[in-house]
């Protein structure tokens, strides 16, 4: 199977499923001599974790990484970091009924049909379960970067959303409710409406925005390895995401260029930011800001009609330990694969300055 790291000089490779023994991660090109804080990195591991509020899947895992190389004495050698996430609560008969059958909009039957065979307790190599080792990574990632600050926080569910830009939004805020809105009023709503939409059976998608501050001039490459297309692809690789805008996004194209321009000041700042930190593919050293799209999870505790592997459609219900609304959990996944990127940049752009 393809695609299974992402980077070119700080590179991930992911291996293990959902229900297998374990997760895990080898980092390549992590700089030695970095102190790492192996406190922060658990901090991120649980705000991803399943079981963590009453509007997320109830599955129970502690998520605890487990590094096997590359650390020593507290400091990267520069030598690849291995580790593991040990499953540790699977609950795989939850998933027998549906072995011989399709989920609609899963990954399950063009899986099958690709490769011939399917793991189908919990999606397999296919869960969002993976993005527990972009979030270790990741969190390694904003280490190397301390000085670049990201933020990713629920801008939206369903048509519920922040009615503030990100400027007048307090970030230390984000994680002081189960939603992940650092707007309180809009993060009380939120939550609400995902409480009834789960007591319905049903699930709800919405939107996560991403700021990305301090980033210094001149990260990104200009043809194909532009900054935005590299944030573009990370995020599209996520579990449920069906869009990525930057800066002005989609209403840009709605726009005149005399007022879509960002004009300059002296001292080499724009007076307003809809590039979104990003001209030419390279960093300009202004806010770098993106939105997300995330759909509805696709398995609804509800009958729907399903295929089977005997090309029949019946009626089956979802069964399990699912999330109503994935965003919660994904706000640390949207920023380590937001550092991820960053890392990557920072230290091609580093060759360039030898």
Known sequence: ????????????????????????????????????????????????????????????????????????????????????????????????????????????????????????????????????????????????????????????????????????????????????????????????????IRKDGDTIGGTITCVLQNVPIGLGEPVFDKLHAELGKAMLSINAVKGFEFGSGFCGAQMKGSDHNDLYNEDGTTRTNLSGGIQGGISNGMDIYFRVAFKPVATLIQKQEVLTNSNRIVEQQGKGRHDPCVLPRAVPIVEAMAALVLADFYLINKTYLK
Not at 22 to 32: H, M, S
Not at 68 to 87: A, D, H, Q, R, V
Request: charged content about 25%.
């Open 1 to 196: 199977m393809a695609g299974n790291s992402y980077g070119t000089l700080f590179r991930l490779t992911t291996f293990g499923e959902s229900h297998g023994d374990a997760l895990g991660g080898i980092i390549d090109g992590c700089p030695a001599g970095i102190t790492l804080n192996f406190e922060a990195i658990q901090r991120e591991m649980a705000r991803r974790k399943p079981g963590q509020s009453t509007i997320v899947t109830q599955r129970k895992e502690a998520d605890e990484v487990q590094f096997l190389s590359g650390i020593f004495e507290g400091k990267t050698t520069g030598t690849p970091i291995g580790f593991i996430i040990p499953n540790t609560n699977q609950k795989s008969e939850d998933y027998s009924h549906i072995k011989d059958s399709y989920r609609p909009s899963h990954a399950d039957y063009v899986y099958e049909k690709k490769y011939g065979i399917r793991d189908y307790r919990g999606g397999g190599r296919s869960s969002a379960r993976e993005t527990s080792c972009r979030v270790a990574a990741g969190a390694i990632a904003k280490q190397l970067l301390s000085e670049i600050k990201i933020n990713a926080f629920v801008s939206s569910v369903g048509d519920i959303f922040i009615d503030k830009p990100y400027q007048e939004l307090d970030f230390s805020l984000t994680d002081s409710n189960d939603v992940r809105c650092p707007d309180a009023a809009t993060a009380a709503k939120m939550e609400e409406y995902i409480k009834q």
